[in-house]
């Protein structure tokens, strides 16, 4: 539970930090929008092993790979929530960003943008932060000297859990490179004036 709100706190925090932005700097960040929005047509398409690559490292090895080592030094574990809510506060920035900067057309574009990945991506994230929490818990009530605990087990149970992670995360890179292009260019196409 208090990953979640940890999370929610950092969308809720990158939401708010849209205003400590100087009016120029979002004007700025807005073009570049527009000018990716207008571009998007003639994009590359990304291919199957760019994507996975950039799952492995992205999400997997930088995020929850860092997680599970915070989580395993167990005197890192309050780091864990500290990616978790960067996770949040950059998510949150990029919503208010988008509905902030172009209004009714920047929802419509936030949820073709950011929505479809993050259905697996965020619950991905949560996951893989309440586990890793959960084993540096287990891990510290061992050292402190309560012998009702199986670590072994523990260790196993959130290596599955990563695993079932991690999985999502390369799941939620695909839809990023796949199906939310198409849908931010026919967002853009239908809904956003230029």
Same mark, same amino acid.
């Given at each position: 539970m208090a990953?979640?709100?940890v999370f /929610?706190? =950092?969308?809720a925090a990158g939401a708010a930090a849209l205003d400590l932005v100087a009016e120029d700097g979002r004007t700025a960040l807005l073009g570049e929008v527009?000018?990716?929005?207008?571009?998007?047509?003639?994009r590359a398409r990304?291919?199957?092993?760019?994507?996975?690559?950039r799952a492995l490292t992205e999400y997997v090895f930088k995020v929850v790979g860092?997680?599970?080592?915070?989580?395993?030094s167990v005197i890192g574990a309050p780091l864990v929530l500290a990616v978790v809510f960067?996770?949040?506060? /950059?998510? =949150?920035f990029a919503a208010m960003f988008l509905v902030n900067g172009l209004l009714l057309q920047g929802v419509v574009l936030a949820v073709a943008a950011l929505l479809p990945q993050n259905l697996l991506a965020v619950p991905a994230f949560v996951a893989a932060g309440a586990a890793t929490l959960s084993l540096s818990s287990s891990a510290?009530?061992?050292l402190l000297g309560r012998r009702d605990i199986n670590l072994p087990q523990q260790v196993v149970a959130t290596g599955l859990v990563l695993a079932f992670c991690c999985i999502a995360l390369v799941g939620a890179a695909f839809i990023e490179a796949y199906v939310s292009p198409v849908l931010i260019h026919t967002t853009a196409r239908f809904f956003v004036t230029r």
């Open positions: 990953v979640i709100l /929610a706190a =950092g969308v527009r000018s990716l929005i207008d571009t998007a047509d003639g990304t291919t199957a092993g760019d994507v996975l690559r860092v997680m599970a080592l915070l989580g395993l960067a996770r949040g506060f /950059a998510l =949150g510290t009530r061992v």
